[in-house]
């Protein structure tokens, strides 16, 4: 009797093992590392035929997301994004997003998945897309910007990331508005619709703008 007692504990104690060896074989697939890329997918939308979504998880913790809406009244696409920085919870259950507006939380079901959390019946899903390439789109962006010289640079408030400003597009008007204020080689704040250049290792490499909307003469985001 005794003996078929050990027997069985021992018999326990092996399924266990095998059991947690399987478990943490399930969470190295979903490390940490293996999360950032871009993700593509169509949410459902009520009254049209969904809405295309991109999301690009950067290694460095920052993201960019991509919506584009159908007008019914123009057949135009119109392109909304938004940018800031991503975070995982404690138990890498869920991807927080922290930018503009309310923060979006996606669940991870697999290495290639993302779910976004909603109180929609209808699933918010985004695949890993090996074959996208990394975001680039011109999109409203706001930061500190300074003049050195000729050298100009540029950072954004939402992710931090910095990069110098490209002549271009409406260098113009951003050079001789900012210059106005009186405050060369001192940081001030601006706003306008431009593009990020990366490298190939993924860091800012440029930042150009394309229409410049405005200057303020505050320091800080």
Not at 77 to 103: C, F, K, M, N, T
Not at 104 to 115: A, K, N, T
Not at 163 to 191: C, I, K, M, N
């Amino acid at each position: 009797m005794f003996r078929t007692w050990i027997a069985c504990v021992l018999l326990f104690v092996l399924i266990a093992g095998c059991g947690n060896e399987h478990g943490n074989r399930s969470v190295g697939d979903l490390s940490p590392a293996t999360l950032p890329g871009v993700y593509s997918g169509t949410f459902p939308c009520d009254g049209c035929a969904g809405i295309p979504t991109t999301l690009w998880l950067r290694s460095d913790g920052r993201f960019f997301f991509r919506q584009s809406y159908l007008s019914d009244a123009t057949s135009t696409v119109d392109d909304v994004y938004s940018l800031g920085r991503w975070s995982l919870s404690a138990d890498h259950g869920a991807i927080e997003l922290r930018g503009e507006g309310p923060a979006r939380v996606f669940l991870r079901p697999g290495r290639d998945e993302l779910i976004m959390r909603t109180i929609s019946d209808q699933e918010h899903r985004l695949t890993r897309d090996p074959g996208a390439p990394e975001f680039s789109a011109t999109m409203r962006l706001s930061g500190m910007t300074q003049i050195l010289g000729n050298d100009v640079s540029f950072t954004e408030c939402l992710t931090g990331l910095e990069a110098p400003v490209t002549e271009g597009g409406d260098f113009a008007s951003f050079w001789h508005q900012v210059r106005s204020l009186g405050r060369v080689r001192e940081l001030v704040y601006v706003e306008f619709e431009g593009r990020f250049t990366w490298t190939v290792d993924g860091a800012p490499q440029s930042v150009r703008i394309q229409r410049f909307i405005t200057v303020r003469a505050k320091t800080e985001c």
